[in-house]
């Protein structure tokens, strides 16, 4: 598991000696930025315009800027745990780093940037791929396969993405984008079917085995493969609707048979458990758009906010934990206050738009303070653990 590897052999720089610590580092930092940036474009009218429209930009940002950094610092440092290869350190994964800033920097200066930004984006993923294939195919481990094609889907979701952008092919923002937000939910679960019962049973004590069932792995796998493309072909149809209400009941199914009541004495486990449910919500709303007429823009934010950003948050502080020699069972109070204030966010981005929708920019400025400050948070209690050595030696 990623929290439980053997150090890497010291590099020289800390921050290099691993993959986690430069780009957990970078996410969070991106992360901050980019939401004060678009707080103040969006609610205080900022006169700033990146390679992008405004709210593309933020879009594509958080999602193949910020959350594929989080994605690149789990996986170089899991694929070395699941296969025994090093993975990228040192100069490499500095130059690695350094091409993923790049792109960020050339979307942040303006659109005579956006074809530099594609090339340098697509460059980075392409590398990542490579970087992350490498050990699986050296030790023949093919079951990583299918975190692999995942990863490589992402690449080809943000190429079409930029297609669409650059006004190569025209529905490539709306689908790049959209391809991007369930890709990463499917690694989610991916993940989440691979770590987060084994955390369960091994942080607790309570007796007992939690529940895995073969069929809804397969049967919540297809459903959400054609969820994905009839949202993408037909966004929000009945078909949509039918698939996400189906999609709710595998998930909460899966979600009950993990359940154990410690959890929440642990940060480290609720943190990861309410990200799932908040992608359960987010089926639930994306059937309420239907139904009801609701704002796409919840279902989105149930998703984005409330799923994503709780995962990646839980992942990034489980595993600069453990890889740096900590004690993952007593993380400080300051962790547990850094994953409420996302949990409290998500609520606000999601629920009161529904309760009170005349409000809604001030809802929107609440949730982006409280997400700022949770990322705040973590880079005064993770950012001295990144650029340090582990402290076990």
């Avoid at 690695?96 to 200066?109: E, G, K, M, S, V």
């Amino acid at each position: 598991m990623p929290d439980t590897g053997r150090p890497a052999a010291h590099a020289g720089i800390a921050i290099l000696n691993l993959g986690f610590r430069p780009f957990f580092a970078g996410a969070a930092m991106l992360s901050l930025v980019s939401i004060m940036a678009w707080m103040g474009v969006y609610v205080f009218h900022w006169q700033w315009q990146p390679a992008l429209p405004d709210m593309t930009w933020h879009a594509h940002e958080m999602l193949y800027g910020y959350a594929m950094a989080v994605i690149a610092g789990f996986l170089l440092t899991a694929v070395r745990n699941w296969t025994g290869v090093q993975t990228l350190n040192g100069m490499p994964l500095l130059l690695l780093f350094l091409l993923w800033l790049a792109a960020r920097l050339l979307l942040a200066a303006g659109s005579g940037m956006l074809a530099w930004a594609a090339l340098a984006d697509g460059l980075f993923n392409l590398l990542l791929l490579i970087a992350l294939a490498w050990p699986v195919f050296k030790v023949r481990q093919y079951k990583q396969i299918g975190i692999l094609s995942k990863v490589m889907l992402l690449m080809s979701a943000n190429l079409l993405f930029y297609a669409g952008a650059l006004e190569i092919y025209p529905w490539g923002v709306q689908a790049g984008l959209y391809s991007g937000v369930y890709l990463v939910l499917a690694l989610i679960f991916v993940m989440s079917r691979r770590v987060l019962p084994f955390f369960i049973e091994r942080g607790l004590d309570e007796p007992g085995t939690l529940t895995n069932r073969g069929w809804l792995d397969g049967a919540s796998l297809l459903l959400f493969i054609a969820f994905w493309l009839a949202d993408i072909i037909e966004p929000d149809s009945l078909l949509v609707a039918w698939l996400a209400g189906l999609l709710c009941v595998l998930h909460a199914v899966r979600l009950a048979g993990w359940y154990a009541s410690g959890i929440w004495a642990r940060p480290l486990l609720w943190v990861l458990y309410l990200a799932y449910v908040a992608v359960i919500f987010g089926f639930v709303l994306k059937v309420a758009v239907y139904v009801l007429s609701i704002p796409p823009s919840l279902p989105l934010h149930a998703f984005t906010y409330g799923g994503i950003g709780l995962f990646t948050l839980g992942m990034m502080a489980r595993v600069t934990l453990g890889h740096t020699g900590r004690n993952i069972l007593e993380p400080s109070a300051g962790v547990s206050w850094m994953f409420a204030l996302i949990v409290i966010g998500s609520v606000i981005r999601v629920a009161m738009p529904l309760l009170d929708a005349a409000r809604y920019i001030l809802w929107m400025g609440v949730s982006q303070v409280l997400w700022m400050l949770a990322f705040f948070l973590f880079l005064v209690i993770f950012l001295p653990m990144l650029h340090q050595p582990r402290i076990d030696g």
